[in-house]
């Protein structure tokens, strides 16, 4: 009997190794035609250069939804098509305006996405300024009539910028609101950027309260936060003016675009893989998040390309409302439930185009241990990509998936060191993103892809 398990064991053992060299050399090819004959890339350059940024409810964000959709029809999908959605258009207006009333020394502000508008001349008042919002409560009445300045600098020691950023965003979001109910005029937030040298300020969503004034709300580049700080040091009642026309322009109506590749063996079964095509009004939306969109096109396109045949149906998503509603991914979540579909896996990338890193994943503990136990070998030692952790699904994949808890989710990680120089900036362009970067990152998306078709049913739930 111990001869028959030993025997058992070394058959397994053989099996295992076997498929191993499979998907590694599966993996060899991945790596090799992305990087041979990719098109993320150029995809990229036609979405950023000839169509440009594109906010969801502008004439830009509908046309890049026709252009994907032709993009995705010129490939071997079983199925192309435009999801309704409607989203709320905010339009920035006029370029903003700031400066230090005494001295007239300029200030690079950006209306903070889905801020109002100034009224029509501008308005001027004195400046308080705080680190954190719990530090108003001290100031009390004297806050009203003012604009209040929140100078909150990155925490430069962290290597994961990503917790730097949402240690900070927490104020931007809640600042105006906050602001407001103690009387304040005007919200001024530090930009969230990872250098304080940074003299571009970085936009952001923030939000408003029913019941309580809206005010306008207005980043402040990292630099300019600086100087105006230093130049309340010796002045604490100096004033600024602010200006700005933005505005919320009704409800309209635009498209989630989705194709979907039909399984062989499981076609009832659903992998998602996507990202938003829309993105913030200024630059070019090329790392936010164009990239993430050409991105996972061409992950499936490599897979195609090598004749590959998926056992589940594989649906990309390409996401309107990311940026300032998510109203796209709600409204996926709400048909696929009407559906009853079985979504079993779902990929997002919306982090940017540099060197992968590894995935954030949702999942059970054990399901987790067993991706780092089968997976990671695959990825880390000749790829270079190492990270597989427990972690957050994604902002698209996160709203939807409250609709489907039991789904794995796996959100792209690529390395994070300069992503939030360029976040939500005039810098995010074309000429930021590196060919070879992204074509690695097309790479581990579709090398991640293939292994969780291949073996996503073998994995602990």
């Not at 001869?3 to 498929?19: D, H, M, P, Q, R």
């Not at 004297?142 to 990155?154: L, Q, S, T």
């Not at 060919?435 to 998306?445: C, D, F, K, N, W």
Request: net charge negative; charged share 25%; with cysteine.
């Amino acid at each position: 009997m111990k001869k028959i398990c030993l025997s058992l064991f070394a058959v397994c053992c053989i099996i295992g190794s076997s498929k191993a060299q499979q998907d590694a050399g599966m993996m060899d090819q991945i790596y090799r035609t992305s990087f041979e004959e990719g098109l993320a890339y150029d995809n990229l350059r036609y979405l950023t250069k000839d169509i440009g940024n594109r906010i969801a409810g502008s004439t830009k964000a509908e046309e890049a939804v026709i252009w994907s959709k032709g993009l995705m029809e010129a490939m071997p999908f079983d199925k192309v098509y435009l999801q309704d959605v409607e989203v709320p258009f905010w339009d920035r207006g006029k370029k903003e305006e700031a400066y230090i009333e005494s001295s007239k020394t300029s200030l690079k502000v950006l209306a903070l996405g889905g801020s109002v508008s100034t009224p029509k001349e501008g308005i001027s008042a004195e400046v308080i300024e705080v680190e954190f919002l719990a530090d108003l409560k001290k100031y009390g009445d004297a806050v009203r009539g003012k604009i209040v300045f929140v100078n909150k600098p990155w925490d430069e020691s962290m290597v994961e910028t990503g917790v730097a950023y949402g240690l900070n965003s927490s104020q931007r979001s809640r600042g105006p609101a906050e602001v407001a109910k103690l009387g304040g005029i005007a919200y001024l937030f530090r930009s969230l950027s990872s250098s304080p040298d940074d003299d571009y300020p970085h936009t952001g969503g923030t939000r408003y309260v029913e019941g309580i004034d809206s005010i306008p709300a207005l980043a402040i580049s990292a630099k300019s936060a600086q100087r105006l700080s230093e130049e309340l040091k010796k002045n604490a009642h100096l004033k600024v003016f602010l200006k700005n026309e933005s505005a919320w322009k009704g409800i309209v109506k635009t498209h989630n675009v989705i194709a979907e590749w039909k399984g062989s063996e499981k076609p009832e079964e659903i992998i998602t893989i996507g990202g938003h095509i829309d993105s913030w009004d200024l630059g070019e939306g090329a790392h936010d998040n164009g990239t993430g969109t050409m991105g996972t096109l061409d992950a499936i396109r490599t897979l195609m390309r090598l004749g590959y045949k998926p056992k589940h149906t594989i649906r990309l998503v390409f996401y309107m409302n990311e940026e300032n509603g998510v109203q796209g991914s709600l409204k996926y979540g709400e048909i696929a439930k009407s559906k009853g579909e079985q979504i079993v896996a779902a990929i997002e990338s919306d982090a940017g185009g540099f060197s992968p890193r590894g995935f954030d994943i949702k999942s059970s503990a054990e399901a987790l241990h067993w991706i780092q136990t089968q997976w990671k070998p695959l990825f880390e030692e000749k790829f270079w990509v190492s990270r597989f952790l427990q972690g957050s699904p994604g902002v698209d994949s996160g709203i939807w998936g409250q609709y489907f808890p039991n789904t794995v989710m796996f959100n792209f990680r690529p390395d994070p060191h300069r992503y939030f120089d360029i976040h939500h900036t005039e810098k995010d362009v074309f000429e930021a993103v590196d060919r070879r970067e992204l074509q690695s990152g097309v790479a581990a998306l579709a090398s991640l892809l293939y292994l969780v078709d291949q073996q996503i049913n073998q994995m602990p739930k």
